[in-house]
């Protein structure tokens, strides 16, 4: 029996065009790489979202006061009119949007969770198509090119166009960076470890906006601490925050706008080597007692409004 149905394939393979039969042989190629890369991909985000979603301890969001929220039921706990983010009193609420630019950590998360709501949908889309369409789509279609009709072109500028907007965002994001840090860096890096010391790991939002510089007193920065941070489910910002030494590093997310008013995010780590005499209108190391009371470096900041 398996002596004919060895026969009877032989017969096939040597009976059948040699274009037929490398075809054969490409999309069954195509399936088998499909699904190695696909089995690879899920127990990536598995491992991703494993380390990405760690248990932490729940403190208040206000980050300079990080009082603990374990055991405290939610009933008893306080939250912001804009956010389910949670606090320890209603004082730490009004200190957290006057010094702390709640504003825009709200903005950062309503948009990446309208962002990750897209992507998801996206995704249970193009899993619920017939596998053959999918198929379609990891091999090339040679007649199409770069036709209009192929949507080729289209689909080509689109790319090109996003990833040159990414580029360009990313340019300006550390260009500002780098000028703010040599500038502030020392009192702006001081906020940040007592902000450290109080809630734990985080990273300092920079709101680009001239509506939030405008508000905020020219300085649109804000301390989210890492639970909060989990929520935007971002590997690269995750990673730097995991790892940054808290006595001569911080961790920077420079927030600004794209196109069609699209939420585009660079994350940067910068250690401060040296410490020099704080500007004027910055709390200086000696004077940390004063950041507890007024609230972050670059005096008072006023509510940053969504727009």
């Known amino acids: 029996m398996h002596d004919d149905l060895f026969v009877i394939i032989e017969e096939l393979v040597l009976g059948t065009p040699r274009p037929v039969l490398a075809g054969f042989f490409v999309i069954l190629a195509s399936l088998i790489l499909t699904w190695i890369k696909q089995g690879a991909d899920e127990r990536e985000r598995l491992r991703r979202h494993k380390v990405e979603h760690a248990v932490l301890p729940e403190v208040c969001t206000f980050p300079l006061c990080g009082a603990s929220l374990e055991g405290v039921g939610k009933e008893e706990r306080v939250f912001g009119s804009h956010s389910d983010l949670p606090y320890c009193s209603k004082m730490c609420v009004k200190r957290d949007w006057k010094e702390n630019n709640h504003a825009s950590v709200v903005l950062l998360l309503k948009r990446r969770a309208a962002a990750l709501e897209k992507e998801r949908n996206a995704h249970a889309e193009a899993s619920a198509r017939p596998w053959l369409d999918q198929l379609a789509d990891v091999i090339p279609n040679p007649q199409a090119g770069l036709s209009a009709a192929g949507g080729g072109v289209n689909s080509w500028v689109d790319t090109m166009s996003m990833k040159m907007e990414a580029d360009a965002a990313s340019l300006t994001a550390r260009t500002f960076s780098s000028a703010y840090m040599r500038r502030f860096g020392p009192a702006v890096h001081s906020w940040a470890r007592d902000c450290h010391r109080a809630s734990g790991r985080g990273c300092v ?3 680009l906006s001239e509506r939030a510089i405008e508000e905020s007193m020219g300085a649109p920065i804000s301390f989210v601490h890492q639970r909060t941070l989990q929520r935007l489910d971002n590997f690269k910002l995750n990673k730097l925050v995991r790892e ?15 196109l069609d008013k699209a939420i585009l995010t660079s994350p940067f780590c910068f250690s401060i080597r040296e410490t020099p005499p704080a500007p004027a209108g910055f709390p200086s190391d000696d004077k940390a007692e004063a950041g507890d009371k007024g609230g972050k470096p670059g005096g008072k900041a006023g509510a940053v409004k969504t727009d």
Do not use: K, P, S
């Not at 940054?244 to 794209?258: C, D, F, I």
């Open 244 to 258: 940054y030494q808290a006595e001569h590093q911080m961790v920077l997310l420079v927030m600004q706008r794209g």
């Open 205 to 207: 939002l920079v709101h």
